[in-house]
C-alpha cells in the first residue's frame, strides 16, 4: 500500500507538470470546466424562480444534491476520466505494452499517470455549490458518516463503471461513444429520484446505480436514512471489486499491433 | 549459463479480413471473416547470460511478437518462457523489476515534460533508492553526454537526443536483461555509434542484451549470436562468425549511369549483376572479401561513367534465401 500512495503521488506530481506545460491551455479548461458545470444550477433556479420545482423538494434542497453530483463528478473526472481515454489509445495504438513494462498494476499506472488536473475546476466548482447547500438546506450534522459512507459507494460505482467502460477497449478497439452513454445515464442523478416514474427509480438504484451518486447521500444528509439506507453500500463494493478483476483479465487479451 | 530459455513459444492472432471501398465497408458491419496469423511457430532457443543476442528478419516475421512476449506483455498461444527463472507472464510484476526495454517505435518518456521528470516518476514506480538514482542518472547521463538535454521537453528533443533518453529510462533501475526493439531506426550514424558504444559498455559490466533490428550493422558490430526469425519460424540459430559464412562478404551496389546500361562492361569485374531496374539503373552484387568496395569503386570507374552509387549490406531477404538454399 505505501508502494502504492508513493507510484501515486510521483505520477500525480508529473501529471500536474505535464497539465501546466501548457499553461494557458490549462487555466481555460479548468475555467470553462467550472463555468459550465456551474451553468447546470441556473436551470434549478430558473425553475424555482418561475414558481415552479420538484415536488417535494425545496431549492436548498436540489442545490445540496447538485452539489454533491457536481463534487462527485469532479473527483471521478480527476482520479477516473483518464484511465478511460488512456487505455483505448493505448490499444488502438499498440503501444500498452509500455503500461505492462512497469512493476505495478496497469490499473495502478494508468489510475496515476492520467490525473486530469483539468477537473479541478469541477471539484471547486463542486465544492462551493455543496456548501451553499448545506448552509442553506436543512442538514443534520449526525449523519455526516452515513454521507460518507454513501458518497464513497457512488464513487465505486463511478470508479467501476470507468474501469469497465476502459476494459471494453481491449476486445472493442475504438469505442469512443461508450462514455458518452455512460454520461447521458448518469444525467439521472442530478436530480432528486422521486421525481422520475418507477422504472426510472427502480433503473437507477437496482440496474446501473447513479442514484447512489447523490441523490442517497444527499438525502442521508437531509436527514432521511436508517441502517438500511447503507446496504446498497455493498453491492458498489462488489461491483467495483467485480470491475477491477474483469480488467485484469481483459488485460489479457490485449494482442498489440504490428510492429 | 542460460538466462533465457524458450520452448515451442507460439502466438496465434485472430483478425478480421476487409476488402477495401465503401462496399467492403457496410458488408463489414455486418460480416467480417476471420483470419488466424501465426506470428511465432514454435520457436525455440536460448540466450546466454551477459551475450548480446541478435534477433533479426523481415518486416511481420514475428521478431516484435517474440519480443513482447519475452517482456511478459503479451501471452502467447503455447509454449514456454523461462526467464531469469521466471515466467514472465505469469510472475510479470517481479521478472519487469529486472528487465529493461527500449522499444524504437514506442516511447516510455512523457511527451510535455523534461526526460528528468520522467526519470524521477520511474524512480517512485521502480522503487529506486534516492542516492542509488543519483549515481546511476549521472553515470548514463554521463556516458551519453546528455545532462544538459534531460531538463528540456521531451517535445523539443531530436530523434537521437530522445533515443538516449529512452536508454536512460530503460537502464536506471540497472536490469539484468534488456529487450531492445528496433533501437537505432532512423538513426544518424554518429547517434547509431554512440548508442552501440553505450550498449557494448553496458554489456560489459555483465547485462545480456535481445536486439532486435533491420540493420544489419548493428547486429555484425554488436551480437555474438544470431537468431532469424521468417514466417514467424526460427530459420537460424548460431553464433555471428557462422551466420557471416553463410552470407560471405557480399555487397549490393546501385549504379545510376548516364547512358544506357550495356551488360559487356560488368565483364571482368568479378561482380554479379542482380537487377536492371531501368536501362539507366542497374544492381550488382560484389564480394568485397576478393575486393574491397574501393578497389571495385576504382575499376568500375575505369569502365564505365556513373552519376550515382550506393553500397548496401545484402537484404535481409537474400540472407535469408541463401540459408534456406544451403
Known amino acids: ?259 | 549459463m542460460d538466462v533465457i530459455k524458450v520452448t515451442n513459444l507460439t502466438k496465434k492472432y485472430v483478425t478480421h479480413k476487409r476488402g477495401s471501398g465503401f462496399g467492403a465497408a457496410v458488408k463489414s458491419l455486418f460480416k467480417r471473416e476471420k483470419v488466424e496469423v501465426v506470428a511465432a511457430d514454435e520457436i525455440s532457443f536460448s540466450v546466454k547470460k551477459g551475450s548480446i543476442c541478435g534477433l533479426i528478419g523481415p518486416n511481420g516475421a514475428g521478431k516484435s511478437t517474440t519480443i513482447k512476449m519475452l517482456c511478459g506483455s503479451l501471452y502467447p498461444t503455447s509454449g514456454t518462457i523461462e526467464s531469469l527463472g521466471m515466467n514472465p507472464y505469469h510472475e510479470r510484476k517481479k521478472y519487469v523489476r529486472r528487465i529493461g526495454a527500449v522499444f524504437g517505435q514506442r516511447s516510455q518518456l512523457v511527451w510535455d515534460i523534461p526526460p528528468i521528470d520522467s526519470f524521477n516518476m520511474n524512480r517512485a514506480i521502480y522503487g529506486i533508492g534516492r542516492e542509488d538514482y543519483k549515481s546511476r542518472l549521472s553515470h548514463l547521463a554521463g556516458l551519453f553526454e546528455i545532462e544538459e538535454v534531460m531538463q528540456k521537453p521531451t517535445r523539443v528533443l531530436s530523434l537521437g537526443e530522445r533515443m538516449k533518453c529512452e536508454f536512460i529510462m530503460a537502464m536506471l533501475h540497472n536490469p539484468e536483461i534488456v529487450f531492445l526493439d528496433e533501437p537505432t531506426i532512423g538513426l544518424d550514424i554518429l547517434a547509431k555509434t554512440k548508442i552501440r558504444d553505450f550498449i557494448r559498455e553496458i554489456n560489459a559490466a555483465g547485462t545480456t542484451f535481445i536486439l532486435t533490428t533491420h540493420d544489419l550493422e548493428d547486429i555484425s558490430q554488436l551480437a555474438e549470436h544470431v537468431i532469424i526469425i521468417n514466417h514467424g519460424k526460427k530459420v537460424f540459430d548460431d553464433e555471428l562468425i557462422k551466420l557471416q559464412h553463410f552470407v560471405g562478404e557480399k555487397k549490393i551496389i546501385e549504379l545510376t549511369l548516364p547512358q544506357p546500361f550495356n551488360a559487356e562492361t560488368l565483364h571482368e569485374l568479378n561482380v554479379r549483376l542482380v537487377k536492371e531496374k531501368s536501362s539507366h539503373e542497374i544492381v550488382i552484387e560484389a564480394d568485397t572479401a576478393q575486393q574491397s568496395v574501393g578497389e571495385l569503386i576504382e575499376k568500375l570507374s575505369r569502365k564505365m561513367h556513373f552519376t550515382d552509387i550506393s553500397v548496401k549490406a545484402l537484404p535481409m531477404e537474400e540472407i535469408i534465401a541463401k540459408i534456406y538454399s544451403d
Open chain 1, 1 to 259: 500500500m505505501k508502494m502504492f500512495f508513493s507510484v501515486y503521488k510521483s505520477c500525480i506530481k508529473t501529471a500536474l507538470v505535464q497539465a501546466t506545460a501548457y499553461r494557458l491551455n490549462f487555466l481555460l479548461s479548468m475555467l470553462i470546466t467550472l463555468a459550465f458545470n456551474l451553468l447546470f444550477p441556473l436551470v434549478t433556479i430558473l425553475i424555482y424562480n418561475a414558481g415552479a420545482g420538484f415536488p417535494g423538494w425545496d431549492f436548498s434542497e436540489v442545490l445540496l444534491i447538485q452539489g454533491v453530483f457536481t463534487l462527485s463528478t469532479g473527483l471521478i473526472g480527476m482520479t477516473m476520466d483518464g484511465l478511460v481515454w488512456a487505455t483505448m489509445q493505448h490499444v488502438r495504438e499498440g503501444s500498452f505494452e509500455i503500461v505492462l513494462l512497469k512493476p505495478t498494476s496497469p490499473l495502478t499506472f494508468l489510475i496515476s499517470t492520467n490525473f486530469d488536473a483539468d477537473s479541478f475546476g469541477l471539484l471547486i466548482g463542486g465544492g462551493a455549490l455543496f456548501i451553499v447547500g448545506l448552509v442553506f438546506a436543512d442538514v443534520s450534522i449526525a449523519a455526516i458518516p452515513v454521507f460518507i459512507v454513501l458518497f464513497a459507494a457512488g464513487f465505486c460505482v463511478m470508479a467501476g463503471m470507468n474501469m469497465l467502460m476502459a476494459a471494453t477497449s481491449f476486445k472493442w478497439v475504438g469505442n469512443s461513444r461508450i462514455p458518452e452513454i455512460f454520461n447521458s445515464l448518469m444525467n439521472f442523478g442530478k436530480y432528486p429520484l422521486t421525481i422520475f416514474p418507477a422504472a426510472i427509480r427502480g433503473f437507477a438504484t437496482f440496474i446501473i446505480p447513479v442514484g447512489i451518486i447523490a441523490f442517497y447521500p444527499a438525502n442521508a444528509l437531509l436527514g432521511d436514512w436508517n441502517l438500511r439506507t447503507l446496504l446498497p453500500v455493498i453491492p458498489c463494493a462488489i461491483f467495483m471489486l467485480f470491475s477491477i478483476f474483469v480488467y485484469k483479465r481483459m488485460v489479457r487479451a490485449y494482442e498489440g499491433v504490428g510492429g
